[in-house]
């Protein structure tokens, strides 16, 4: 069964500065891997998805993550953080031998000025 | 017609209350999918439809659960005599076929008092 962990609960950083949220996943089959952030009260919205290709994967509002398949993991990624980047972030996994996606705790993002 | 839509976004019910809830996928979206969070939480995988057939059902969805997609487009999802434990967002969202990622609407806020 596929699975996903996110072993911090709470990422604290400057604004201006790097930020990283950790994912490491478990599937037996090919994974397609996805960033997701949710706002207080809100769904949850896309952020970057890798399916195939290139490890390192572009997505919305600067973020990137990269794919790493010896260390199973996918970690979201932003040279520079801003205070309004402060939310809750998923990450999530499924194979292609599922139809369901499975999640992460989450992991809370504060960006302090 | 932009975005997955949840209806509606609080409910408040008494326990043992009968409960349903409507999402309206994106029109081209042929899968549909629920999910349930609680507070901490990722969201968890409840029951998913390609087109108006139900194909899977996670061991999450007691038989006081229920869920329907009658033509192929809206989906409804109803709670039965509920319980404090139902407590939680419900979510719903909307894909073509995989490995592609999902669209969120904006959740179901479920209180049961």
């Known amino acids: 069964a596929q699975s996903v962990a996110q072993p911090e609960d709470q990422v604290n950083v400057a604004e201006g500065n790097p930020l990283t949220v950790k994912c490491t996943y478990s599937v037996s089959g090919n994974p397609y891997l996805f960033w997701y952030v949710q706002y207080p009260n809100r769904g949850l919205q896309f952020l970057l998805k890798?399916?195939?290709?290139?490890?390192l994967v572009k997505g919305s509002y600067g973020f990137e993550a990269e794919f790493n398949k010896s260390q199973t993991s996918f970690h979201l990624k932003k040279p520079s953080a801003l205070v309004s980047d402060s939310a809750l972030y998923f990450c999530?996994?499924?194979?292609?031998?599922?139809?369901?996606?499975?999640f992460g705790a989450g992991t809370r993002l504060t960006v302090k000025p | 017609d932009t975005g997955v839509s949840q209806d509606p976004r609080h409910k408040i019910t008494k326990r043992g209350q009968n409960v349903t809830f409507r999402c309206d996928p994106i029109s081209e979206h042929n899968r549909l999918y629920w999910y349930r969070q609680t507070l901490g939480q990722g969201p968890e995988f409840l029951t998913y439809f390609q087109n108006e057939a139900q194909l899977e059902k996670s061991r999450l969805l007691s038989d006081r659960f229920s869920a329907e997609r009658p033509k192929g487009s809206f989906s409804t999802l109803e709670i039965q005599r509920t319980e404090q434990g139902d407590s939680a967002m419900y979510l719903c969202?909307?894909?073509?076929?995989?490995?592609?990622?999902?669209?969120f609407g904006s959740g179901t806020r479920l209180t049961v008092v």
């Open positions: 890798y399916i195939t290709g290139d490890n």
């Open positions: 969202a909307s894909s073509i076929q995989r490995p592609y990622g999902y669209t």
């Open positions: 999530a996994v499924r194979d292609n031998n599922n139809n369901d996606m499975r």
